[in-house]
């Protein structure tokens, strides 16, 4: 297997993390987003959107997702569990997977990409073709950012991690999604202690340097 890759990119850290978690090593090559390496014929070839990460398996089958690339190491390493236990739990993860993902990290995704000069005319991930940016699309990324930062402060009142008593990769989303408020100076109300907290923990463990 081989991951293309870059390093500060939320979503190739965030399989990067769950990689850490399970203690699972991949050989790994660097794509240069800032530069457009992505959108060279070369990376499109392999992921026609232009999208960073992507897992290319042994025979040839590109996974071109970061959550679809976890939840194929999942199966083939499935200790520690990332992504439920059971049914229920299974459930309980990807529901709250996908509201970090759509409702915190890819809320600051619109506002980091309509405003970041790098990205002038690559407002959104996945459209090759150049999308110029757009001011009112960052400004309601940056509403959708403080609800998703009040959801996520109310769950954290009642559970030590966002999807229940395990770490998840729910807890990873949320983790990317908190650094990519930092980039773009979004910074949590002070009241949200709870999300304090419970980030202090998460940055406390060894995968959050991967």
């Known amino acids: 297997m081989k991951l293309y890759d870059m390093k500060h990119a939320p979503n190739p850290r965030r399989v990067r993390m769950f990689l850490a978690e399970k203690g699972v090593e991949i050989e790994k090559h660097p794509i240069d987003i800032p530069s457009g390496e992505n959108l060279k ?3 499109l070839k392999i992921n026609p959107r232009g999208l960073v990460p992507s897992l ?5 089958t590109v996974i071109g997702e970061s959550v ?3 939840r194929y190491i999942e199966e083939i390493y499935p200790d520690p569990p990332l992504m439920g236990v059971d049914s229920k739990d299974k459930a309980v993860v990807e529901d709250w997977q996908r509201q970090m993902e759509f409702d915190g990290l890819m809320s600051l995704a619109w506002v980091f990409r309509n405003t970041n000069p ?3 005319n690559r407002a959104l991930p996945g459209i090759t073709g150049g999308l110029k940016q ?12 403080f609800s998703f930062f009040e959801t996520l402060n109310d769950r954290l009142k009642d559970v030590p991690f966002v999807a229940g008593e395990r770490f998840t990769i729910a807890d990873i989303t949320a983790y990317m999604a908190l650094m990519m408020a930092r980039w773009v100076k979004i910074s949590v109300p002070e009241d949200h202690v709870h999300i304090k907290s419970w980030y202090e923990k998460v940055s406390q463990r060894p995968s959050a340097k991967a």
């Not at 290319?56 to 040839?60: A, F, H, K």
């Open 56 to 60: 290319v398996l042994d025979d040839g």
């Open 118 to 120: 790098i990205f002038e």
């Open 134 to 145: 757009s001011s009112e699309m960052a400004d309601i990324g940056r509403q959708r950012a």
């Open 68 to 70: 679809a690339i976890c």
């Open 41 to 43: 014929p070369e990376y």
